[in-house]
């Protein structure tokens, strides 16, 4: 990826992110069964790591089941602390995230 503004994951590749802030954003998104816009909410990570590279992106997902694994880390951004090696499995409807928490070394 030339730009790397987003982090994308490839199916059944575990990806190394560190996130240093975030944030619940409002997106218009076409729904892809119905064709027609609508307006959802996405929870978007600042990313300055991925797989031990530095970086200056962003990760995002509007899956509920995924934010919540995010869930116990947002209200304190304990995040900061933490690594997240998440692997996507599966494609459109299907897809899933398998997702291991690993506490950052100092």
Known sequence: MVLQNYVILT?????RLHFTDHEIQS?????????????VRALVFHVDRLDNREVDAHYS???????????????????????????????????EYQIKVEKRSS
């Open 11 to 15: 199916e059944g590749v575990p990806a």
């Open 27 to 39: 997106r218009e998104i076409t729904d892809p069964l119905t064709g027609r816009g609508k307006t």
């Open 61 to 95: 997902t509007i899956s509920e089941k995924h934010a919540m694994a995010f869930a116990p880390y947002l209200g304190d951004k304990s995040y900061t602390g933490y690594d997240f090696v998440i692997t996507q499995i599966g494609r459109g409807f299907t897809r």
